[in-house]
């Protein structure tokens, strides 16, 4: 099995820095793109921001110039850097990995979501 576990969410003042971290565990051979998605209540998914195992980052223009998308192949683990935050960043932000296993062919795995809250 694989395993997805999101960490570094809190609450935070509007203005201030979080950083995010994923790490993707268990049987897994390769990880192609992973990406950070977050919802807010009562709103969809959306993506935040993606990057590929060669380190090609995207971002959503809602967080561009403010978020950082990396990652440590060599951990399988993920990362979002998060400055100048504001209240409507508020969201449980979840990780994705597309995992490669003995079992599977990339495979798209979730965390459970970690919350981040903006206070004004």
């Known amino acids: 099995q694989v395993q997805v576990v999101e960490s570094g969410g809190g609450l935070v003042q509007a203005g201030g820095s979080l950083r995010l971290s994923c790490a993707a565990s268990?049987?897994?051979?390769?990880?192609?793109?992973m990406a950070w998605y977050r919802q807010a209540p009562g709103k969809q998914r959306e993506l935040v921001a993606t990057i590929t195992r060669i380190l090609s980052p995207n971002y959503a223009d809602s967080v561009k110039g403010r978020f950082t998308i990396s990652r440590d192949n060599a951990k399988n683990t993920v990362y979002l850097q998060m400055n100048g935050l504001k209240p409507e960043d508020t969201a449980v932000y979840y990780c994705?990995?597309?995992?490669?296993?003995?079992?599977?062919?990339?495979?798209?795995?979730w965390g459970q979501g970690t919350q981040v809250t903006v206070s004004s």
């Open positions: 994705a990995a597309d995992v490669k296993s003995t079992h599977w062919y990339y495979t798209t795995y």
């Open positions: 268990g049987s897994i051979v390769s990880i192609n793109d």
